[in-house]
């Protein structure tokens, strides 16, 4: 029997694959041989962007085709689950999935409302002529699985004919050991106790004497579980569900394939999801060892509560018996984690109760948590306590009087909030006694009356359903050339080279002789005087080739772009926890990686240590110059408003979290100091400059080339620079090529992210929702280097009006100096965070006047002609047509009524809706940051080699600089050839930043097409019928240039702060969305049910792929708002350092339904073709999704009568929803009601 499993290649041990036959991306399918189905469609419907995720998709889903060629959506939604994306949003991926399931595509929701393929006719019937259709299904070829990979018969036949053996594999530091009978490895284990017995090795590393080969994986006991429901009576298979009901949200699939039972089991790990439910249910573990059988209560192993004694080191968990339910028995199991799928849990728990024959009498009852303390515990004082009691009111009080007694929580850990645990304890229990009460009165309606109607719906989890979506655009004309590709959803030009893993990024590049590879040591302190640096153990490492600190710099290590400075390496203190002090350069990664752990730094603490916000205020610790706008006289405003609200919102930091972490490669090319530098980044001319600088070379020695990038978001500037230097400081000591490509947990140390940022407000405002005046200070956290931090909050302040006319306002910003690392520039720069503030205490004067948020929202939009807070005119014509649009598609009065009556019928489960509109100026300030130059030749054979100066990193900057070309040269884009940027070809370009790529670089490359097509015309005019290579090969002859460079000189922006007054911007985008949720209240667990966006991006130059950027900026503007949260300890470490900590919003987090239009006929008289740069303002829509959440909880509170006014923050996570769902619960926890309110 063969199975096929997708799994983590970083978790699976080699040893581990004896006799397995391993299919990586590459064995799928490849540009020469044939690509496979599944690449193809993952590339042809845009499911790729920077495409560092993209091999991961290709290998889930081809593995779950291979196990079923027609699965359902429910199966191809698990399959993809534990797998992330930061670019797309997942609705292309998902897209491209859905076309190999059976089920229709349709929104399937045809009985009440319109479906969504008849929207798709009533769009053509107007007059304009909108599609809906990114790729055409016509184009894929049919997965056949008979042309699949077959087994490689010698395995076949090995497995078939060899007789078993033990296998030994010795490595470096460990032996593994591949027993082949049970007997065995007893033996094995009683002669090495204390060697793990290594199943999935998803909990350990592998240490010294292993066993594997699992085919009893997690995945496996799912289907288990699933087939003896299917054979058994419900009443007996109680306990299989609840445990198939954690296991289907345990861990991603990859995990699951090679997770066991056993292992999670053993490790007695607190955030095991089996544990609990496992232990509540009466499962028996059968344990064998030499010469002895027994078998224990898996209870018995959580008796100590430390999940310590009971299994002795020589003994194996041989099986696990799971238990039918009984007649009278019920079983349940919960959990609550930061993101619903692929996390571990905050808190989860099992529990069980069996009644007396035919009453509510209690019988035994078991509860069981995990996530509380070091591993699972049980409740048993309160269960003994509550046997022989009914299942009634005064036992739930008593219950969790009881259970929050004897569960005590450590104070504190990890930063996480202990109140919050506390909550879900009793909230769990609540839910298990509603459950309970509803399944006696199905037993015996006569005798128990169940739950009230309201009530019921809290008791189905939330689930994830393959999503249903629609993206709307307008058409090219008719009369348009249909070679012609502008305005067209073509594919990424490297979509299908992504999809194979054919793509290169920095890594990929083969090594080069001699090649050194380097691990940064960073300092363990956040602001401290480096005493010494002992470096002669990590010296000693194997295959450690030397170490390089500050003094190997040989010209610049400190870069003055302001008054402080950006340093490579810290010369005698250190100023944040992660600041690199030194390198080491060894023959390997984990060479390089072990030494670097040797090296001890020795500190001396300085004071003061400045963390926050509130730290720097009071220690007047800023970077200059502080920014203010004022316009109107906002005193005397204030004295004549009917009311005045004051407030405060606190929004923080977000990583960037691009899949290819910052990555460099230095090659010293042996003579006049010449350098290439290969590196992940947006702007190449900074790196050689700084590279250039650091070494004391001209910048002409350094040549820095940069293919593609595996994602950025900002991320890959001014730190990408730092790093590269310290890679170049190092191959220019031991002029050897050297590699550093920063690990997850480095990266997220050391490279900063978005700012955290306060904002406190007081607006003045009249009865009729008329705001007349704001006064407003915003705060963001800049860490320890300037980086971009006083631009950031210059940009907060130009955009802080967002889509309102403010007519008196006066804000600040600051930019805080703190000891945390330096934050730098993330898609939106400043304005997610201040509009914000803005939408915030919109909110804030709606619930004062009582009047509905979008109405405020109305009053307050610009609505004709009209001028900035700085000065800048403004028509905000397409504004209010987003918004108007916005509203109808997304039928938001007849939803918000649904909502409404869905609030009526529901207690524990709310919904919230919310309407927002955006204005996003579009604009870098100062004209020479955004000129860009092209450089084009066209070869004798007539094909084309196009470069320019901006950076691929997933936006598609390059597919539309290819159907520029193809436009302007009037040739296919096949003819057309894009290689890399480089700063050999196009100098000094400017950053690909600010959504500004597209823009410059598109009006150079025209430039750079016209020139030739210029140069070329008289040959075309003599002879118009010839073809493009006739015209080459003339123009060749006739000794015409076939080579131009293109050249824009930017816009003319300009800001003066002393006035408060200027043109920043060129022009505007504007959009709106529509988002609508649901919340559990007693979890504070969310849904995203529907969102619907509207963007004006002018006239598109390629839909698809500016769809794309708007879905995945909208995703990344989810996580910002609702789940990614930074957690640092009191000294300034970051905790949340990798996936398992920092959760990023995952197929599970996108909305059910989604539907993004293209507001048509909007002309820019601006940018190339008319389009707009779209690539950050997708990101401040994710906070409709907030402002959705904010509505759900303001209506809980209403119900509950809770406090009018009522903050929350950024992140809005389960916890803070939970806590502002006041209750009994969090009474019972916190001790009042408004407490509990926030
Ligand atoms: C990314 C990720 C996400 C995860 N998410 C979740 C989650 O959401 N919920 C959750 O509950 N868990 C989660 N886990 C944990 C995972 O389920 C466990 O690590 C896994 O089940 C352990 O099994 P294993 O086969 O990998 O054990 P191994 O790592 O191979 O072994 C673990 C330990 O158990 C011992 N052991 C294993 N089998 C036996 C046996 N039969 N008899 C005696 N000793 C034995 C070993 O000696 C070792 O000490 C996650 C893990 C990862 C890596
Ligand atoms: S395309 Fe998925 S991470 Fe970039």
Redo the contacts with the bound molecule.
Sequence with gaps: MLFHYSANACLLPICSLYGAAVTTVEGVGSTKTRVHPVQERLAKCH????????PG?VMSIYTLLRNHPEPTSEQMIAALAGN?????GYRP?LDACKTFCKESICCQRKTNEKCCLDQEDDLFDKEEKVSTRLFSTDEFQPLDPTQELIFPPELMRMAENQPKRTLFFHGERMTWISPVSLDELLDLKAAYPKAPLLVGNTSVAPLLVSSACNPHNLSLVKDILTNAMAEFPEEKTKVFSAVLQQLRTLGGEQIRNIASLGGNIISRKSTSDLNPILAASNCMLNLASRGRKQQIPLSDIFADEVGNNTITPEEILVSVHIPHSRKGEYVSAFRQAPRRENALPVTNAGMRVLFEEGTDTIKDLSIFYGGAVSTTVCAKQTCRILIGRHWNKQMLDEACRLVLKEIALPGSDNGEKVDYKKTLIVSFFYRFFLEVSQSLKTMDPCHYPGIPMEYRSVLQDFKTKMPQSIQIYQDTELSQSPQDPVGRPIMHQSGIK?ATGEAIYVDDLPSVDGELFLAVVTSSRAHAKIVSIDTSEALKGPGVFDIVTAHDVPATNEFYYSNDPEIIFARNKVICVGQIVCAVVADSDDHAKQAAAKVKIEYEVLEPVILTIEEAIQHNSFFEPKRKLEQGNVDRAFETVDNIIEGEIRIGGQEHF???TQSVLVVPKGEDNEMDVYVSTQHPAIIQEMVAASLGVPANRIMCHVKRV??AFGGKLLKAGLLASVAAVAANKTSRAVRLILSRGDDMLITGGRHPFIGKYKVGFMNDGRIRAVDAKYYINGGCTPDESVLVAEVSLLKMDNAYKIPNLRCWAYACKTNLPSNTAFRGFGFPQSALVTETWITGVADKIGLSPEKIREINMYKENEQTHFKQKLDPQNLIRCWNECMEKSAYYSRKTAVNEFNKQNHWKKKGIAIVPMKFPFGLGKRYLSQAAALVHIYTDGSVLLTHGGIEM?QGIHTKMIQVASRELNIPMSCIHFCETSTTTVPNACASVGSAGTDVNGMAVKDACQTLLKRLQPIINKNPKGTWNDWIKEAFEQSVSLSATGYFRGYNENMDWEKGEGQPFTYFLYGAACSEVEINCLTGDHKNLRTDIVMDIGCSINPAVDIGQIE?AFVQGIGLYTMEELKYSPEGVLYTRGPDQYKIPAVCDIPEQFSVSLLSSSQNPYAIYASKGIGEAGLFLGCSVFFALRDAVTRVRNERGLKKTFALNSPLTAEQIRASCADDFTEMVIGSWEEGSV
Excluded: D, P, V
């Design positions: 499911g790729s962007q920077c495409g560092f995720c993209t998709m992330l994306c930061r670019c797309t991926i992504h691009y899949i290819e595996g994602g997933g995945g």
